[in-house]
């Protein structure tokens, strides 16, 4: 059990620590910087959602014989849909976005961007949270290599992240500390997310597969709808296309190597 919680806690750890980067820095990042940090973003999102949860999830289904795609299918477009609803419903504003998104709400704009960032971290959380429930009820092959592999690329990808949300809101006259206790709160979603997600699928064992392409579906659409746009904004620049390869290749080698 202390290693399913201290799973957990890690990408939030790696949100942490990018958020303090606003303590010790002087300068805002960039846009090439951020183009770069958020390409690598997607880059381990996909691979953690091939190789850590797609993958495993048709495996498990291996019984099914040719149909052994249709939980991970279905589970897959629950997730996209999920996350469609919450970018619906929640009021949120992407960062170099003049609008917000979501219900019409008088939240200030530091608020919507924080809860941007939270909205993207929620799926990362589940994520971390179906994996280590299928370590716990001993199904699917899941070892504590493959959860913790996923846990360190969410946490490496976590940490430019938090220095994304927290530098920019400094630079836009917050203070250090608060922009800094923004970021951290940012991450917060995530072990909540993935204690909630161990307790719901530890309950419900069969529907493991469902769950770990559920949270697949939920960081593809956080991916496509948020993170590329991002890192193709602005003038043409390959920065943010070699970045997310290094993330792909990154997460894909620590899911074989420690799986």
């Known amino acids: 059990m202390k290693d399913v919680i201290t799973g957990l806690l890690v990408p939030f750890i790696g949100t942490s620590l990018g958020a303090g980067c606003v303590l010790f820095m002087k300068k805002k990042l960039g846009t090439g910087i951020q183009r770069a940090l958020t390409g690598f973003a997607a880059g381990v999102m996909v691979a953690a959602s091939v190789w850590s949860l797609i993958i495993p999830a048709i495996e498990q289904c291996a019984d099914l014989g040719k149909w052994s795609f249709l939980p991970a299918f279905a589970g897959f477009w629950l997730g996209v849909l999920f996350l ?26 530091t608020a919507m961007m924080v809860l941007a960032v939270t ?3 929620i799926p990362e959380g589940m994520a971390v949270g179906v994996v280590y429930a299928g370590l716990l009820s001993g199904g699917g092959n899941i070892t504590a290599g493959a959860a ?4 360190l690329g969410i946490a490496i990808q976590n940490f430019p992240e938090g220095a994304i949300i927290s530098m920019p809101l400094h630079a836009e006259g917050q203070s250090k500390g608060r922009s800094f206790l923004y970021g951290v709160l940012s991450g917060a979603v995530e072990p909540v997310a993935g204690v909630l997600t161990v307790l719901f699928a530890g309950l419900i064992v069969p529907a493991m597969p469902y769950m770990l392409a559920f949270a697949a579906g939920a960081m593809m659409y956080v991916v496509v709808e948020e993170l590329i746009p991002e890192m193709s904004v602005g003038e043409h620049s390959n920065v943010g296309v070699l970045l997310f390869a290094a993330g792909f290749s990154l997460m894909m080698a620590l899911d074989v190597a420690l799986g």
Request: no cysteine; hydrophobic share 40%.
């Open 148 to 151: 913790l592999a996923l846990s």
């Open 119 to 121: 909205l993207h971290n």
């Open 84 to 109: 469609l609803l919450l970018d619906r419903i929640i009021p949120h504003l992407h960062r170099n976005a003049g609008q917000a998104e979501g219900l019409k709400s008088r939240l200030g704009r």
